[in-house]
């Protein structure tokens, strides 16, 4: 499965991006697909997930209330809504697929997304 995400930018803080997440070959239906976030410096921390097959959706402590997860199956993407940035979410966002638990760890995941870069100004 190859990943492409994309819909990063420059916002300014409190405000609002939707990425998208998608594949070009096969079906993401069979998937969790996650997404997390690599800060300069930072370890990579997981932001949320959804689980095509259910549509279970886990999110990281800090995004709560804030992200929205969704997926449209037909469109082989899966959407990440941010709102209410904040500068120190200024991040390298990854979107990645895979079959196992925790969702959270990134090591669950086999795909990975190239990254798409947000960039928050205070």
């Known amino acids: 499965v190859q990943l492409q995400a994309s819909g990063g930018g420059l916002v300014q803080t409190g405000g609002s991006l939707r990425l998208s997440c998608t594949t070009s070959?096969?079906?993401?239906?069979?998937?969790?697909v996650g997404w997390f976030r690599q800060a300069p410096g930072e370890e990579r921390e997981f932001v949320s997930a959804?689980?095509?097959?259910?549509?279970?959706?886990y999110y990281g402590d800090p995004v709560k209330g804030r992200f929205t997860i969704s997926s449209d199956i037909a469109k082989k993407t899966v959407y990440l809504q941010l709102k209410n940035l904040e500068p120190w979410e200024t991040a390298v966002y990854y979107c990645?697929?895979?079959?196992?638990?925790?969702?959270?760890?990134?090591?669950?995941?086999?795909?990975w997304g190239q990254g798409t870069k947000v960039t928050v100004s205070s």
């Open positions: 070959e096969g079906s993401l239906s069979d998937y969790i």
């Open positions: 990645a697929a895979g079959i196992r638990d925790p969702t959270y760890d990134s090591r669950s995941y086999m795909y």
């Open positions: 959804i689980a095509l097959t259910g549509g279970t959706r």
